[in-house]
């Protein structure tokens, strides 16, 4: 993935490859629950290979931590009824 300014990619590969530690947070906003996973990271970056893997180390679900909820999308009523009849 080339640096694009904005988009930080290898800024935080580099910084994996000296402090390997990471960490994600994985909402699940239809039942207002958090995930929060501490990660080891291994970047590898050779002519054969290139990736990133995460050894998940450890963690924490927050069950009600989101007060609001989220549903899939729907359509709003004036796109949902039937297109008027052609002349």
Do not use: C
């Not at 629950?33 to 990736?51: I, R, S």
């Not at 069950?63 to 009824?81: H, I, V, Y």
């Amino acid at each position: 993935m080339p640096e694009f300014p904005g988009n930080r990619f290898f800024m935080t590969l580099g910084n994996l490859l000296r402090h390997p530690r990471a960490g994600l947070l994985i909402p699940d906003y239809a039942r207002g629950e958090l995930l929060h996973l501490a990660a080891e990271a291994d970047v590898t970056w050779n002519d054969d290979v290139k990736g990133l893997t995460l050894r998940i180390t450890g963690g924490l679900r927050r069950r009600g931590a989101l007060p609001w909820r989220w549903s899939e999308a729907r359509l709003a009523p004036q796109f949902t009824a039937a297109p008027p009849t052609p002349r």
